[in-house]
């Protein structure tokens, strides 16, 4: 394991432990979603490892797509991780009835199980950033047979299920709001990337398919 994802796990590791002191102020809805943050890495891991060892024939990575990573994981665990410890934007907090968590932990789950179908279907072709990969294959099949971008359907969902189990005006919504912004100007480029590479074939895939929720009728 190199230093840095050591200390990042340590990091981690005490915000959990400041979490759970923290349960009473914050509701157990917090600790289910350091839970979620924590499955998503593990589905993420063995991934990245694939994904660190497979070779890149053409990297669309850019300033603006770096920033946008940043500005998610900024959204999505920087900022409720430090609220949820230190209670740093506690004057932005409301109540909540017991139906808003419950809903919460829904989203996250099947959010969750989406975010591990869509990298297993993706398999060598799946990278954190838009590239495309030696033998890129397009993969058509399993969670991709009816929707583009299942992985960013999983991503969305995961991130509703924050906002419901984070009850913060501002940590809530964040992570939601960062991937908003992201989606809106990364699927374009991703779409004429793909188009680029796969022509006519990612065209009749396009037309079988919707964006992030399933295309109701398959044209054949
Ligand atoms: N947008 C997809 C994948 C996100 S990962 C989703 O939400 O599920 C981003 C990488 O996946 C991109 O660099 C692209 O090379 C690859 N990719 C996206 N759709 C793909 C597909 N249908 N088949 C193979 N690779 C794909």
Do not use: C
């Amino acid at each position: 394991m190199k230093p840095a994802s050591i200390i990042q796990l340590l990091i981690f590791a005490g915000l959990v432990v400041l979490l759970v002191f923290r349960v009473s102020i914050n509701g157990w809805g917090s600790l289910a979603w350091a839970f979620g943050i924590v499955g998503l890495s593990l589905i993420r891991a063995p991934h990245q490892r694939t994904s660190d060892s497979t070779p890149t024939e053409k990297s669309h990575q850019d300033t603006t797509e770096k920033l946008l990573l940043a500005g998610v994981s900024f959204g999505s665990a920087l900022v409720p991780m430090l609220h949820l410890a230190s209670g740093l934007l506690r004057f932005a907090n409301y109540d909540v009835t017991i139906a808003v968590p419950i809903a919460g932990v829904a989203f996250l789950l099947f959010g969750l199980w989406l975010f591990w179908r869509s990298h297993s279907d993706l398999g060598r072709n799946w990278s954190v950033t838009l590239e495309i990969r030696e033998e890129h294959g397009l993969v058509t099949g399993g969670v991709y047979r009816r929707v583009r971008h299942p992985m960013y359907t999983a991503i969305f969902l995961i991130y509703i299920a924050q906002a419901l189990l984070i009850h913060n005006w501002i940590a809530g919504p964040a992570g939601f709001v960062a991937f908003l912004v992201m989606y809106v100007i990364r699927v374009p480029i991703e779409e004429s990337m793909m188009r680029e590479r796969f022509g006519e074939v990612y065209e009749r895939y396009v037309a079988m398919t919707g964006r992030i929720l399933p295309r109701r009728k398959r044209e054949v």
